[in-house]
């Protein structure tokens, strides 16, 4: 059964770092898009941050831009958000997803369960 597991949330003082993991089941991530999602209570779902399976390539939303990395070890077979400089506007449930185009949560397949992130002091 393929499936994705978040971990890696919890509570940080703003400007402090976190960083999560998706690990895959069941499937290879490497062969995947796999893209970053996060949802904050009373707000849309927004993108935040997706690498390609085919060329490496990133992209990070305006709002994350310069703080959060997004990378893949293949022989842990788990993709990573590392976040840097967090705020609390960060403060959201933070999802993985795989098998998509970009940060458009309506193309992608596979969804972990999320976590939670808290930035406050």
């Known amino acids: 059964q393929v499936q994705l597991v978040e971990s890696g949330g919890g509570l940080v003082q703003p400007g402090g770092s976190l960083r999560l993991s998706c690990a895959g089941s069941?499937?290879?991530?490497?062969?995947?898009?796999i893209g970053w999602f996060r949802q904050a209570p009373g707000k849309e779902r927004e993108g935040v941050s997706c690498?390609?399976?085919?060329?490496?390539?990133?992209y990070y939303a305006d709002s994350v831009k310069g703080r959060f990395t997004i990378s893949r070890d293949n022989a842990m077979n788990t993709v990573y958000l590392q976040m840097n400089s967090l705020k609390p506007e960060d403060t959201a449930i933070y999802y993985c997803?795989?098998?998509?185009?970009?940060?458009?949560?309506?193309?992608?397949?596979?969804w972990g369960q999320g976590t939670q992130v808290t930035v406050s002091s």
């Open positions: 997803a795989a098998d998509g185009f970009g940060v458009v949560a309506a193309t992608y397949s596979y």
């Open positions: 069941g499937f290879t991530l490497d062969y995947y898009s």
């Open positions: 690498i390609s399976n085919t060329d490496g390539s990133t």
